[in-house]
């Protein structure tokens, strides 16, 4: 068996700058939301009053400010949702149930933010409450502070790398590594935290939290049909490719090569492939990426050795550099391996599509959901004409008796107010 299926959280922090298109420097005092605290807030001083972090929290003091953060898992497909569900169990933390003054979700509500007014032990506090959802489980964060401090908190938390605006490429970027050793003392590998490792004899099964898998080092043993055996190991010598196809076809998961690269002889007797593969895991599709060979050993035997990533399709690109850095940690693995993985990766067409679409789409909503930030950290919207497409960057307060004021001039409802989700990149 080489796969099974599982947290991980990802912290969503951004700042505002001077203008609504722009998020760097900063947050002016001027700029926050009608009904933020931040701008009338009185000078305090010492740091937030000491609390038990919630039910299933962990909580790190960030010099006067506070985050606090949070895994879950389960099937969730709204963000909002999640959100309210995490409002209440914030409740009990605080004095009282938080306020929301703003939030900003993505266009597939699977990242939402909001601004918060809140009091812990009768102190005033603002804070910004992130939740992020991939593949159903996700996570969520709350960084907080007294009001008058809470921007540059934010501008630190950022700056130190507690925060990164939008999400990062990988669900793993924020959480720790650790190295695990094989039982036999055979080999090692680093995996991030929420990872399972077993290893024997140089070889490692390692398991992701979200269906990701990582096999290294496996080599098969099969008797060419001529010696005479009746067994599930009987099976002709056949290339790598499709060598890998038979292997997994007879586990049960039917892979189909997508592409494949040349490299040199992993035993020095028989060819390496790099491959793209799809397979199928319980009915649900994968993208497999790795390193396959075969090798006569006998007049009728012979070894089928791979190594290979996996993941379902919706996150392999997002997790795939963490599964390489995984395999790159091998201890057994030599340095040439891992160039000859990189120049085969370089090589392969098929390979760096997929991953540069799937970067191209998460850049394009880390650069809508910022700009949707700056505008709402400016009290502002946009309002949208339908006939002629074109924006106008309005005040948040009035802003429907503005709409109704252009639509009546018009004559017909031409104008509306633009959803965050619709918002140009910047």
């Known amino acids: 068996m080489f796969f099974r299926h599982g ?9 505002a700058g001077q203008g609504p298109s722009r998020l760097n420097g900063q947050i002016p005092k001027d700029a926050l939301p009608k009904g933020f605290e931040f701008p009338g807030a009185a000078k305090q001083s010492g ?4 609390r038990p972090a919630p039910n299933g929290f962990q909580s790190q003091d960030l010099g006067t400010g506070r985050l606090l953060t949070s895994p879950f898992r389960g099937n969730a497909n709204s963000a909002k949702m999640v959100l309210r569900g995490y409002m209440q169990a914030l409740s009990g933390y605080f ?3 938080p306020s929301i003054v703003t939030a900003v979700v993505d266009a597939r509500d699977q990242r939402v933010q909001a601004l918060l007014n809140a009091q812990l032990q009768g102190v005033p506090v603002s804070g910004l409450l992130s939740v992020t959802l991939g593949n159903g489980s996700g996570g969520v964060s709350l960084l907080m502070d007294r009001p008058d401090r809470f ?4 501008n630190a938390a950022q700056q130190g790398g507690n925060a990164s605006g939008p999400p990062a490429a990988s669900r793993y970027d924020n959480v720790a590594w650790s190295q695990v050793r094989a039982a036999d003392g ?5 995996v ?4 399972t490792a077993r290893g024997q004899n140089g ?7 979200q269906g990701e898998s990582v096999v290294l080092g496996v080599s098969l043993q099969y008797i060419d049909p001529s010696a005479g055996f009746q ?3 009987v099976a002709p010598y056949t290339d790598p490719t499709r060598a890998l196809v038979l292997t997994y076809g007879r586990q049960g998961y039917p892979l189909q090569v997508i592409e494949s690269q040349q490299t040199q002889s992993v035993s020095g007797n028989g060819p390496a492939f790099y491959v793209l593969a799809k397979v199928q895991i319980r009915g649900q599709p994968y993208y497999a990426w790795g390193l396959t060979s075969s090798s006569p050993t006998s007049n009728s035997t012979w070894i089928h050795y791979f190594s290979l990533v996996s993941a379902p399709q919706s996150i392999f690109a997002r997790e795939f550099q963490t599964m390489r850095k995984i395999w790159g940690s091998w201890s057994i693995s030599q340095e040439l391996v891992n160039q000859r993985m990189q120049a085969a990766l370089q090589a392969m067409r098929e390979t760096n599509a997929i991953i540069s679409q799937t970067q191209q789409e998460q850049s394009d909503g880390r650069a809508r959901l910022n700009h949707a930030w700056g505008v709402a950290f400016q009290g502002g919207t946009y309002i949208h004409n339908t006939q002629t497409n074109g924006l106008v960057l309005a005040r948040q307060n009035g802003v429907n008796d503005l709409v109704d004021q252009l639509n009546r001039q018009e004559g017909a409802r031409v104008w509306r107010e633009l959803p965050s989700a619709e918002y140009p990149t910047r």
């Open 192 to 195: 991030p935290q929420g990872w």
């Open 151 to 154: 921007a540059n908190t934010v």
């Open 7 to 15: 947290f991980v959280f990802l912290l969503l922090l951004t700042t």
């Open 203 to 209: 070889t490692f099964d390692i398991q992701g939290p």
């Open 95 to 97: 004095d009282r149930m």
């Open 47 to 50: 740091s937030l009053p000491a």
């Open 186 to 190: 055979t080999s090692a590998v680093r």
């Open 231 to 233: 067994h599930q190991s």
